[in-house]
């Protein structure tokens, strides 16, 4: 039995590492590619994958998920690059980090709850498209135009070939993560037969020493912070939405949880970090967390070792990297695209509501036109809201009856609220209604100012005809709203609940 453990141990942290070094070759080309998009060296996107990649695997709150330098994060510090310079981006990354531990200390990573499955598909969708479309970017020269003949007939045939092997390895043997043996078979054939492709390094040279400690070099006044506030707040928030929303595509994939909050705090502090050692910011990555999970990452250990793989190859390894063929991690990056895209969202379009495909496709619209996830997931999220705000504004319904005693009662139904309260108004009949209303809130509830101004309104309404209003059966939370708006409006209503024999004679306003 011990032995059995033991050699079940041994098995799972070999496949651990093997997931680490495969996401690690991934890594390479993208932080590249990102810190190009951001016009800053690419051994800062490098170092910037090593340190936040390393902090969020020993601290984070999703074991295997990979954190990294992201196009997200490069496509908004653009222009303050241009403008400023990277002491700023340094300065602005380190700000980044802070806002990040704050969202983490209070906890607000637990609002991701409120992110509908719609805009999680729209979501998903949307980054796999963009994943896909970013790898055309290998079939083009330096000069922008597409390649042809026979370059491009390597090309494919290469990339095909690593897809092919990614693709049905799997079917043969699990001793090797699929992704690792077909980007190490690819390149030994390109190396070994002289094979002319593009590689890693006519991208950029990835060699360099280790990251330094450097605090950045800008003004400590207020001119600075008005400066860099803007943009380290959107890179603040479009890493935490990626992260969590990442987060949640591994939990379902795993069919574990990882923990939101703890996930802020990790983030938080990578950029901390990252900022004080020449990083450009960044977050988690969907595209190589699923590479890691699907080779069979579920720890630490994982992420870890994708880490410091990434860092040994800047101080050691540079020269064999950089030879690894572009096609394969073309292959691979396919290979990824179609694995995160939601099929399955494809069969839902006539069996959910119309609400529900129109926001995921708008999210997955805006996160690939406007390169912009947080804006996608908000304007889903809005979109979300404001149709489940028009459904329950609806509901809201009114029974009417006239008791023993004369009085006449409204019995409501649904929650009262800015949606609801317009229809709320006209369900009464002001001038026939007796001299004596009930209105009865056990099926309902008031939620809003909104909800609180209709009252107003209707009460005084009766109130200048000279009849009176009682409220009854409303809940806790009803209570405290409508008693704190006493000392702002003149509610003319008596509070007051129903009896067993619902007998009690109401007081005149």
């Known amino acids: 039995m011990l032995l059995r453990?033991?050699?079940?141990?041994?098995?799972?942290?070999?496949?651990?590492?093997?997931?680490?070094?495969?996401?690690?070759?991934?890594?390479?080309?993208e932080a590249v590619a990102f810190s190009l998009i951001a016009n800053v060296s690419p051994l800062i996107g490098l170092y910037t994958a090593f340190i936040i990649g390393l902090v969020t695997a020993l601290m984070g709150g999703r074991p295997g998920m990979i954190s990294g330098a992201t196009g997200a994060i490069a496509v908004v510090i653009v222009s303050l690059?241009?403008?400023?310079?990277?002491?700023?981006?340094?300065?602005?990354?380190?700000?980044?980090?802070?806002?990040?531990?704050?969202?983490?200390?209070?906890?607000?990573?637990?609002?991701?709850?409120?992110?509908?499955?719609?805009?999680?598909?729209?979501?998903?969708?949307?980054?796999?498209?963009?994943?896909f479309m970013a790898q055309f970017n290998e079939f083009k020269t330096s000069s922008g135009e597409w390649i042809s003949g026979t370059s491009l007939y390597i090309m494919l045939s290469l990339v095909i070939a690593t897809m092919a092997i990614i693709y049905f390895l799997p079917k043969?043997?699990?001793?090797?993560?699929?992704?690792?043996?077909?980007?190490?078979?690819?390149?030994?054939?390109?190396?070994?037969?002289?094979?002319?492709?593009?590689?890693?390094?006519?991208?950029a040279s990835i060699s360099g020493g280790l990251p330094e400690f450097h605090l950045p070099v800008v003004p400590l006044?207020?001119?600075?912070?008005?400066?860099i506030f803007p943009y380290a707040f959107i890179m603040a928030m479009i890493g935490l939405i990626e992260s969590l929303l990442t987060l949640t595509v591994v939990d379902e994939m795993t069919e574990t949880r990882g923990k939101g909050n703890k996930e802020c705090l990790a983030q938080g502090t990578a950029n901390v970090v990252t900022g004080f050692f020449g990083g450009m910011g960044g977050c988690a990555m969907i595209g190589q967390s699923i590479i890691n999970v699907s080779s069979g990452?579920?720890?630490?250990?994982?992420?870890?070792?994708?880490?410091?793989?990434?860092?040994?190859?800047?101080?050691f390894?540079?020269?064999?990297?950089?030879?690894?063929?572009?096609?394969?991690?073309?292959?691979?990056?396919?290979?990824?695209?179609?694995?995160?895209?939601?099929?399955a969202s494809l069969k839902i379009f006539r069996k959910v509501p119309a609400t529900d495909v129109v926001v995921m496709l708008m999210v997955m619209v805006v996160t690939v036109v406007?390169?912009?996830?947080?804006?996608?997931?908000?304007?889903?999220?809005?979109?979300?809201?404001?149709a489940f705000a028009w459904e329950n504004a609806k509901r809201i319904r009114a029974r009417k009856h006239v008791d023993e005693q004369g009085r006449k009662h409204y019995q409501i139904y649904g929650p009262l609220f800015f949606g609801s309260a317009t229809a709320f108004q006209?369900?009464?009949?002001?001038?026939?209604?007796?001299?004596?209303?009930?209105?009865?809130?056990?099926?309902?509830?008031?939620?809003?100012?909104?909800a609180i101004d209709a009252l107003n309104k209707i009460t005084a309404r009766y109130a200048n005809q000279g009849k009176t209003v009682q409220l009854i059966n409303l809940t806790n939370d009803s209570k405290r709203l409508l008693n704190n708006a006493d000392q702002l409006i003149n509610l003319n209503y008596e509070k007051k609940e129903k009896t067993p024999q619902d007998a009690v004679e109401p007081a005149k306003v």
């Not at 579920?298 to 800047?314: M, P």
């Not at 996830?373 to 999220?381: F, K, P, Q, R, S």
């Not at 006209?426 to 100012?449: A, G, N, T, W």
């Open 297 to 315: 990452g579920r720890s630490r250990v994982s992420s870890s070792v994708a880490a410091i793989a990434l860092l040994i190859f800047i101080l």
């Open 172 to 203: 043969i043997t699990r001793a090797i993560p699929p992704s690792l043996a077909a980007i190490t078979l690819i390149s030994v054939v390109v190396i070994g037969f002289g094979i002319s492709t593009r590689t890693v390094g006519d991208i």
């Open 426 to 450: 006209e369900k009464f009949d002001i001038l026939s209604d007796p001299d004596q209303i009930v209105i009865d809130f056990e099926e309902s509830r008031v939620v809003d100012h909104s």
């Open 5 to 29: 453990y033991i050699e079940n141990k041994q098995s799972t942290i070999k496949t651990e590492v093997l997931a680490g070094l495969t996401v690690s070759l991934a890594l390479v080309p």
């Open 370 to 386: 406007f390169h912009n996830l947080a804006v996608a997931v908000l304007i889903g999220v809005i979109i979300s809201a404001l």
């Open 81 to 131: 690059v241009a403008t400023h310079g990277v002491e700023y981006l340094f300065a602005t990354v380190v700000l980044m980090g802070l806002i990040q531990l704050a969202v983490g200390a209070l906890k607000l990573g637990k609002l991701i709850r409120l992110v509908p499955h719609p805009v999680v598909f729209g979501f998903v969708n949307g980054l796999a498209i963009l994943i």
């Open 317 to 343: 390894g540079a020269s064999i990297i950089e030879q690894v063929p572009m096609a394969a991690l073309v292959g691979l990056m396919f290979m990824v695209a179609i694995g995160t895209f939601e099929w």
């Open 221 to 227: 006044t207020f001119e600075t912070l008005s400066i």
